[in-house]
């Protein structure tokens, strides 16, 4: 870096302005930028950028480092890669349209909602969800499934199961394709509960540790596309005096969680509480954590109660419009509120991902 | 777990002491700082350090277990997964009774029967796992003092004359219904702290809280300021507690 500036190969009359300007290495040319160096050279800003990149060729330690870190691409690439991308569908064909075909991978989708609205539901059948295999249009993947609360019930993913690798078993019979087949050797209810990974956080800093370790674990199982946090706000909404330290704690857990969904590929899925707000005259509902909580989901859906129907809102996405679905919660699992119409396709080669054919729903 | 000191997280012992002088002891004050934090106070790389915080997060984090494990081990099981209420149409509704290893929740207006439910639940828990039962002691938390000896007796005789037959079956079965009578929150708190050791040298196979709404309104009125956050601490507190007794035992709550 303390290359003498002559001894670059420049132009010989731009190498004798540099020197009459009084630069002699090459770090002091780094170090002014292009902007500093045309003014203080007279030369046109192109004509810095162009000195700079030569010097940055000829040093190549300092430009290494800098030049590695970026994660930059063109919004081009990023479309194909998104469109390339799949969903997790979540059986409910009026839910997935909500979220613009289901949830999204690198990103993290939260779900608030008051106690027994179906958030576990949810999360339940979207860790069974994500093992569909790809020839139906799922994903293939493996699910972790996170939990704090203690609400996860094996037989009900059991039951969840087994109603998908029916539903999936119908298709397989209406289409009779040799992948299908295949696909269904291995896609078995205790395939399919071997490769949910369930850790049971009992208060904060277990949970915290196990965002520290996440990492790891998804490099050794690559597989996995869905990491579910069931009750993020249960450790962290009793016993913190200090709201200082719980909003810290958390914005490093949403960091940590992001980096994680962007490296390895897979749909992040938290749930939270409830909380009132007590306002002048009336309490609302709002999802719980606080204010700052807020910017850490990419997605946010809310699920309330209207009478007797269960309704889910999108409230926070970049993509999609704000609008609200029924929905209901059968022996089955996670599905819409009438039985979709029945598509047919047949033309079986072709197959849109995020269009598959569904068989009527037995209620 | 999160108390575990620093020196059983197997980091070396200078490290340990540098970080005493730092008051950093336990794995909770470790995690609970930032990267940068952490490096100043150890005075290590970047990588370094990352590398203790996997070694720490390692003695904190839980233990992974693939559903299909706990599915087989309900299976291998399938008595200990629920007690029965000996109601057909709730015991089909529930899934099979009360799941072991949870939380149940039993509201309703005054005057119902929740108490009378609760006492014969207890009976039930210490039925032999024969006739349904789960063949152990039963740890009673009364904070409205409507638990009645007689009536449990009577429950029992009428219900199983057949077992019930002799005196000597009914002492057994009353003496290890063990009855806490609790009327502050602070008490229930306390007792429910201690429940762990009673549990393992009574072989408690059911916690019964009744009723915890009654002691809650006693003492928190809503109206006044903070009493609020009181008391979701109190609930809250409660709540993870039983949950942790529930799941590390196996029992229903």
Same mark, same amino acid.
């Given at each position: 870096m303390q290359r003498d500036v002559g001894t670059l190969p420049l132009a010989p009359a731009l190498r004798a302005r540099l020197a009459a300007a009084g630069f002699q290495t090459a770090q002091e040319l780094l170090d002014t930028g292009p902007c500093g160096l045309s003014t203080e050279v007279g030369i046109s800003k192109e004509e810095a950028l162009e000195v700079l990149q030569v010097v940055r060729q000829e040093c190549p330690g300092e430009a290494a480092r800098t030049a590695g870190l970026s994660r930059r691409?063109?919004?081009?690439?990023?479309?194909?890669?998104?469109?390339?991308?799949?969903?997790?569908?979540?059986?409910?064909?009026? *839910?997935?349209?909500?979220?613009?075909?289901?949830?999204?991978? !690198?990103?993290?989708?939260?779900?608030?909602?008051?106690?027994?609205?179906?958030? @576990?539901? $949810?999360?339940?059948?979207?860790?069974?969800?994500?093992?569909?295999?790809?020839?139906?249009?799922?994903?293939?993947?493996?699910? &972790?499934?996170?939990?704090?609360?203690?609400?996860?019930?094996?037989?009900?993913?059991?039951?969840?199961?087994?109603?998908?690798?029916?539903?999936?078993? =119908?298709?397989?019979?209406?289409?009779?394709?040799?992948?299908?087949?295949?696909? $269904?050797? @291995?896609?078995? =209810?205790?395939?399919?509960?071997?490769?949910?990974?369930?850790?049971?956080?009992?208060?904060?800093?277990?949970?915290?540790?196990?965002?520290? =370790?996440?990492?790891?674990?998804?490099?050794?199982?690559?597989?996995?596309?869905?990491?579910?946090?069931?009750?993020?706000?249960?450790?962290?909404?009793?016993?913190?005096?200090?709201?200082?330290?719980?909003?810290?704690?958390?914005?490093?857990?949403?960091?940590?969680?992001?980096?994680?969904?962007?490296?390895?590929?897979?749909?992040? &899925? *938290?749930?939270?509480?409830? !909380?009132?707000?007590?306002?002048?005259?009336?309490? @609302? =509902? &709002?999802?719980? $954590?606080?204010?700052?909580?807020?910017?850490?989901? !990419?997605?946010?859906?809310?699920?309330?109660?209207?009478?007797?129907?269960?309704?889910?809102?999108?409230?926070?996405?970049?993509?999609?419009?704000?609008? @609200?679905?029924?929905?209901? &919660?059968?022996?089955h699992g996670f599905r819409d509120v009438q039985p979709p119409a029945v598509t047919q396709n047949t033309d079986g080669t072709e197959m849109n991902p995020r269009k598959r054919p569904r068989s009527e729903e037995e209620k | 777990m999160a108390a575990k000191k620093l020196r059983r997280a197997k980091l070396s012992p200078e490290l340990c002491e540098r970080l005493g002088r730092h008051q950093i002891t336990t794995c909770q004050d470790f995690l609970c700082l930032s990267l940068l934090e952490l490096m100043k106070v150890t005075g290590q790389s970047y990588s370094n350090v990352q590398k203790l915080l996997c070694k720490v997060s390692l003695a904190c984090a839980p233990k992974m277990q693939t559903a299909y494990e706990m599915k087989v081990r309900r299976a291998v099981n399938p008595s200990s997964a629920f007690l029965s209420t000996s109601l057909h149409g709730l015991d089909k509704v529930l899934h099979g009774g009360v799941p072991c290893g949870s939380l149940t929740e039993l509201t309703s207006p005054p005057g119902c029967g929740k108490t009378q439910f609760c006492i014969m639940m207890s009976v039930l828990a210490t039925l032999p796992v024969s006739m349904g039962g789960l063949d152990g002691a039963v740890i009673y938390i009364d904070t409205e003092s409507a638990f009645s000896a007689e009536r449990l007796v009577e429950i029992a005789e009428s219900r199983f004359p057949a077992y019930f037959d002799s005196d000597e079956k009914l002492f057994s079965m009353t003496r290890s219904i063990h009855l806490y009578r609790e009327l502050t929150c602070g008490s229930v708190l306390k007792r429910i702290k201690s429940l762990e050791e009673e549990i393992i040298s009574k072989k408690v196979k059911l916690i019964i809280i009744d009723s915890v709404a009654s002691v809650v309104r006693k003492e928190f009125d809503p109206k006044l300021q903070g009493n609020l956050t009181e008391r979701s601490n109190f609930l809250a507190k409660g709540a993870s507690l039983l949950k942790y007794l529930a799941e590390e035992f196996s029992i229903p709550v």
């Open positions: 691409c063109t919004a081009l690439e990023l479309l194909e890669q998104e469109q390339a991308q799949g969903f997790i569908i979540t059986f409910c064909s009026a *839910l997935d349209n909500l979220l613009g075909g289901g949830v999204q991978l !690198t990103k993290i989708t939260e779900i608030c909602g008051a106690p027994g609205i179906g958030k @576990t539901q $949810l999360c339940m059948q979207l860790a069974v969800d994500v093992q569909i295999p790809e020839c139906f249009g799922g994903l293939a993947g493996e699910a &972790v499934f996170i939990d704090t609360e203690g609400s996860f019930m094996v037989d009900r993913v059991a039951d969840i199961a087994a109603a998908c690798v029916q539903h999936c078993q =119908l298709i397989a019979e209406a289409h009779q394709e040799e992948d299908h087949l295949k696909a $269904l050797e @291995t896609f078995s =209810l205790e395939s399919i509960l071997s490769h949910i990974y369930y850790f049971r956080c009992r208060d904060y800093i277990e949970l915290l540790a196990q965002v520290y =370790l996440l990492p790891d674990f998804l490099s050794e199982h690559s597989k996995v596309r869905l990491v579910v946090i069931d009750g993020i706000a249960f450790p962290f909404r009793h016993d913190f005096e200090d709201l200082s330290l719980r909003t810290r704690l958390l914005n490093g857990l949403a960091q940590q969680l992001i980096i994680m969904a962007n490296d390895h590929k897979a749909a992040v &899925v *938290l749930t939270n509480q409830m !909380t009132t707000r007590i306002g002048q005259s009336q309490s @609302t =509902l &709002v999802p719980a $954590l606080g204010e700052s909580w807020g910017h850490a989901a !990419t997605v946010r859906l809310i699920f309330h109660w209207d009478n007797n129907q269960r309704l889910a809102t999108l409230y926070k996405s970049p993509s999609q419009k704000e609008s @609200t679905i029924p929905y209901h &919660v059968t022996p | -």
